[in-house]
Nanobody
Framework: QVQVVESGGGTVQAGGSLQLSCVTS????????MGWFRQAPGKEREFVAA????????YYGDSVKGRFTISRDNAKSTMFLQMNSLEPEDTAVYYC??????????????????WGQGTQVTVSS
């Protein structure tokens, strides 16, 4: 069973920045499409960003384009989400997910087989 662990959440004022990290267990990190999703109370899980196997291809949800940057370090089996210009609307639990396959379907939660427990991000106004 692949374990996925997020870190880096916290509380920040509007306009501030946070960086989330995600690591996976095992040695197959380079075979996973990686993604970030978020879920606010009372709302559905929302696609935030995804990154292809090599890191060259990235995808973003409309609400975070231009503010968030996804990246990965395959040598360290780690993925990052740099979040800048944070807004109160970004407050949510952020989930890291890993997918084997699913090219072209990166925006859909059902594509991902492995999920982390989530990390809380709170943006105060």
């Amino acid at each position: 069973q692949v374990q996925v662990v997020e870190s880096g959440g916290g509380t920040v004022q509007a306009g501030g920045s946070l960086q989330l990290s995600c690591v996976t267990s095992g040695r197959l990190f380079t075979t996973y499409i990686m993604g970030w999703f978020r879920q606010a109370p009372g709302k559905e899980r929302e696609f935030v960003a995804a990154i292809g196997l090599s890191g060259r291809r990235t995808y973003y949800g409309d609400s975070v384009k231009g503010r968030f940057t996804i990246s990965r370090d395959n040598a360290k089996s780690t993925m990052f989400l740099q979040m800048n210009s944070l807004e109160p609307e970004d407050t949510a639990v952020y989930y890291c997910a890993a997918a084997r396959g699913g090219v072209g379907l990166e925006k859909y939660p059902a594509t991902y087989q492995y999920w982390g427990q989530g990390t809380q991000v709170t943006v105060s106004s």
